[in-house]
Nanobody
Framework: QVQLVESGGGLVQAGGSLRLSCSAS???????MGWFRQAPGKERESVAT???????YYAGDVKGRFTASRDNAKNTVYLQMNSLKPEDTAVYYC????????????WGQGTQVTVSS
């Protein structure tokens, strides 16, 4: 079992940047990692998927603005968010699943990101 703890959220003006971190309680080598977000009144949505090799797949309009990465040696994943927009305001969750499992098994508690206009 993996416990995930996010950090780095906060309040930022539109056009600004934030870097989220997610620390895992154990090795993440064999896990597919990712980031989700949930805005007020909206469904939870995928932001990025980071496979073991480090390749990243982005969803929605974050491509070109957000960069997700993983450091397996530190059991940590990151989400660098640039050119933030008010519509990026959401609770951001770090997630993990084993390769053979189709849905994410482990979720962090979430960190709030608020972008003011």
């Amino acid at each position: 079992q993996v416990q995930l703890v996010e950090s780095g959220g906060g309040l930022v003006q539109a056009g600004g940047s934030l870097r989220l971190s997610c620390s895992a309680s154990g090795r993440i080598d064999s896990y597919i990692m990712g980031w989700f977000r949930q805005a007020p009144g909206k469904e939870r949505e995928s932001v990025a998927t980071i496979v073991g090799s480090g390749s990243v797949y982005y969803a929605g309009d974050v491509k070109g603005r957000f960069t997700a990465s993983r450091d397996n040696a530190k059991n940590t994943v990151y989400l660098q968010m640039n050119s933030l927009k008010p519509e990026d305001t959401a609770v951001y969750y770090c997630v993990a699943r084993r390769i053979m499992v189709s849905s994410y098994e482990y979720w962090g508690q979430g960190t709030q990101v608020t972008v003011s206009s």
